[in-house]
């Protein structure tokens, strides 16, 4: 079996965008502030997951991570 290089889920503390990347994305191009700020918040998987703060919504493996929702508060996940 071959190996498929891992895919991670980051979203942006200050817009809400995500992006599915094996590295950090790139910074510029922020709709809020100066630069995204990525905070990894989990693996990409087939759970469906929504935030009841910001809206965004993901695929990941297990429960996303809560850190990084708009305004410096921490996303509330709901699977979906
Ligand atoms: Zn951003
Ligand atoms: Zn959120």
Redesign the pocket.
């Known amino acids: 079996m071959y190996k498929v290089k891992n895919l991670s889920v980051y979203c ?1 503390s ?2 809400s ?1 995500v992006q599915v990347k094996t590295t950090t994305p790139k910074i510029r191009g ?4 100066s630069f ?2 990525w905070m990894l918040i989990g693996e990409k998987g087939l759970n469906k997951y929504v935030c009841d703060g910001c809206g965004v919504k993901v695929n990941t493996m297990e429960v996303p991570l809560q850190n990084g929702c708009l305004g410096g508060k921490n996303h509330n996940w709901t699977k979906v």
């Open positions: 942006c200050a817009c965008e922020c709709k809020r502030a995204h700020n």
